[in-house]
């Protein structure tokens, strides 16, 4: 512009005038793009922003919402079922809230788990294709987590950075599409873990101009479980929404004739599943994408991270069984649907079970789809009895600034202070051949009383690797009981030290929780009575190390 006005004063006074009407045009035009882009610009600038998180009593629930997040929410019109912020329904608005829970996946198995609103897989999310949504994502646990969502949208929304700290929230817009069965879960490092720890979900689009046939609708999400190694390949648990086998003694149901529909998706890190119906060859969308042409299947392979959106019909009424080919349904990926009769033929081997919830008068073939999610959360959500861990926003905020701010206690003079108000200038001095590592740790500091003893233990770089000839260094060490052991995490990879062992789980004693790589610390105080005690990593349960407490 300013060299369009420069050579206008080279010129004369006829260019002159052209140029105050050009001027004047472009002005206009500037002015109305911004004015059409300043909604754009805001919403974009609204994903970026990280804040506060508000406080969560997690015990009260939103009626009608199957979520288990505090009724302080339905202020902000925050859904998780994304039915419309605004009368007119152009914006869905969700809340999804991570969460630490303990809940069961099998008969008498309680696990730890992290979730997205307390449950494994989290809620179902359901749009129509070119919805507007808008999630707001909050973390209430003590590591860093995100909300990655698969379909199409920018990167400021693509959940990967940046990590939500703990007790802040972030706001995720995109616009829902393609039609099809994707997914949501969290993408934080290392991200298999993550995924494996429960922090995933279904999101199912809609089409917009066309409609699919009338069926009888269930979400089939594919999850694994590791009580002793997170990481490895293959998993001791293979889990259908989050629960082993809990379709054999609740079955599916649908009346004899209607179609069956099936959003299948496969959330493990491992191996592929090869989903399976039988007595019946189905129609199967590729990869879950309604903009492929379904084919035939008697088998369908979907891999980690993929889907698909299988239709069925059975020719005679009977109990049939679904599951994936393989190692997974013995471990868990086993389920039953229960064809009926729909004159309830009592000759018939599959008699409802359920309530009228489940069928009722109404059938898929009456000209509309039934959706059976909300039975199946409920399901869900009765099998595994999630017990929330209910940090709080100090608890929260202390982890966060821990989590962002320690790094290794690499003797800054900072750090030096702090040692030394702990009686110890020497935390980061290496012994690798003695059992400790501490200074002045029993000297009487002239009130008669001792100084505290302070122990750093490191975390070695490549310890997730399961042929590393050592994880925790010193692997063993001595300390007087009421001591402080400090834990540096050098290894790329999230670690834990708990007391007790991979065959026999936690013993109580302590524990360190979740450590961040690349040189987070985290401490615990041993009080202890005198003794050998091992301990491990909760996360790579090959990782092991051992203490002996003295008086």
């Known amino acids: ?42 919403n974009s600038e609204l994903a970026r922003t990280t804040e506060a ?51 069961e996946i099998a008969p008498g198995k309680v696990v730890k788990t992290w979730t997205f609103n307390g449950t494994v897989p989290g809620p179902v999310l359901r749009f129509t294709e070119g919805d507007n949504v808008r999630i707001k994502f909050i973390n209430k646990t003590p590591i860093p987590h995100t909300l990655h969502l698969h379909g199409n949208h920018d990167d400021v929304n693509d959940g990967v950075l940046p990590q939500v700290m703990p007790n802040q929230s972030y706001i995720y817009n995109i616009t829902a599409g393609p039609a099809g069965a994707l997914m949501y879960h969290c993408h934080a490092n290392p991200t298999s873990l993550h995924i494996r720890m429960g922090m995933y979900g279904a999101m199912i689009i809609d089409p917009k101009d066309k409609p699919m046939k009338p069926a009888r609708e269930f979400v089939v999400v594919m999850g694994e479980y590791d009580t002793k190694d997170m990481m490895k390949l293959d998993a001791e648990y293979y889990l259908i929404n989050g629960y082993a086998d809990q379709y054999m003694k609740n079955p599916l149901e649908a009346v004899n004739g209607e179609l069956v529909r099936m959003y299948v998706i496969n959330i493990g890190a491992g191996i592929p599943s090869q989903f399976h119906l039988h007595s019946t060859i189905f129609k199967a969308y590729p990869s879950g994408l309604l903009s492929n042409q379904p084919i035939d299947a008697q088998t369908i392979a979907v891999g980690p991270g993929d889907a698909t959106i299988v239709e069925a019909k059975w020719k005679y009424p009977g109990a049939y069984l679904f599951h994936s080919h393989g190692i997974q349904e013995e471990r868990g990926n086993m389920g039953e649907i229960h064809i009926l009769d729909n004159n309830n033929n009592q000759n018939s081997s599959a008699q409802p079970t359920a309530s009228s919830y489940i069928l009722n008068n109404t059938t898929a073939t009456a000209g509309k789809s039934i959706s059976m999610f909300d039975w199946q959360y409920e399901l869900q959500k009765k099998l595994q009895k999630p017990k929330i861990v209910d940090y709080t926003d100090a608890e929260l905020e202390g982890k966060g600034i821990a989590a962002a701010n320690m790094s290794a206690m690499h003797m800054s003079n900072e750090e030096e202070a702090t040692a030394a108000d702990h009686g110890n200038t020497g935390l980061n001095a290496s012994n690798n051949n003695s059992t400790t590592n501490q200074n002045n740790n029993n000297n009487d500091n002239g009130n008669g009383n ?43 990879m999230m670690h834990t030290a708990t007391s007790g062992s991979s065959e026999s789980g936690p013993s109580g004693i302590f524990d360190t929780g979740v450590i961040q790589g690349s040189g987070k610390v985290a401490e615990a105080t041993i009080n202890a009575k005198p003794g050998s005690y091992g301990y491990y990593c909760s996360l790579h349960p090959y990782m092991k190390g051992q203490l002996t407490v003295t008086e």
């Open 450 to 492: 001792a100084t505290k003893q302070i122990v750093s233990i490191s975390i070695v770089n490549g310890a997730s690797n399961p042929n590393s000839e050592q994880s925790y260094e010193p692997a063993v060490v001595t300390v007087k009981s009421g001591s402080t052991i400090v834990w540096t995490n050098n290894d790329s």
């Open 1 to 42: 512009m300013s060299g369009f006005v420069s050579d206008n004063q080279k010129g004369n006074s006829g260019w002159g005038k052209i140029t105050v009407v050009v001027l004047a045009g472009m002005l206009l035009i500037t002015t109305l793009i911004i004015g059409i882009s300043l909604p754009l610009s805001k």
């Open 53 to 103: 998180a508000t406080p969560i009593p997690i015990s009260t629930k939103i009626e009608g919402s199957g979520d288990n997040i505090s009724a302080a929410y339905a202020k902000d019109d925050f859904e998780v079922s994304g039915r419309p912020s605004s009368p007119d329904g152009t914006i869905k608005e969700v809340t999804l809230v991570a969460q630490e829970a303990e809940l």
